[in-house]
């Protein structure tokens, strides 16, 4: 399982634009992503979620696909050379903000940036379907991922008691805006 890491030319022009938030960047050209599909769910359950079931896995991505098609968020895979998903991470569009969520990235490939460029991808997408905000969960015995969202400009907003996959834990939940501007 390997991924193309040429610098490419969007990777160049991502440098130009410094004073962005990193989660607000283009996503690098050299990581492929497309929109998941619902035949996508086997092979993201071995590759990247080994401990759910079938359905759990099935459910997320067919409950997905019919909110892109209500324009309601959008999931997206990383895949490898082969079409293989290797990676996921969907958003839903709220009244306040774009949620991100489900993020995973296969054990092997990560701290390569997948995580980062998948995040950024779904940021650009949502700001086209016309989020402002975003937000992203985590739990509270997950600092790594927490430090990633920080250093990604998000922000530490609130906590909520959620029953995620795990009985109620508190999960902290990080915001991003996006400037007024645009
Ligand atoms: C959280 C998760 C999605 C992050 O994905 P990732 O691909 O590892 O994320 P990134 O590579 O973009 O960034 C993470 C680390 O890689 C490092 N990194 C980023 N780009 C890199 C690169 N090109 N080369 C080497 N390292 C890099 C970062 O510095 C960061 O390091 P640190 O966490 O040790 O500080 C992934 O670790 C994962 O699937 N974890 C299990 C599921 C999970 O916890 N999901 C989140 C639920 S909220």
Known sequence: MRLSKQPTAGDEERLIVKNQPLALQAPPTSITMRQVRPTDSDRLRSNCWPNRTFLTVYNLITRTVRNTADGRGLGLVVVGADDTPLAYGQFTLWPTCAEISDLVVTESLRGQGVGTALIQALVKRA???????????????????????????????????????RGKEKILFLRLEAPRSR
Do not use: C, Q, W
């Open 127 to 165: 700001r086209l379907d016309g989020a402002k905000a975003f937000e992203i969960g985590v739990a509270m015995d997950n600092p790594r991922a927490a430090a990633l969202y920080r250093r990604l400009g998000f922000e530490d907003s609130h906590t909520l008691m959620m029953d995620l996959e």
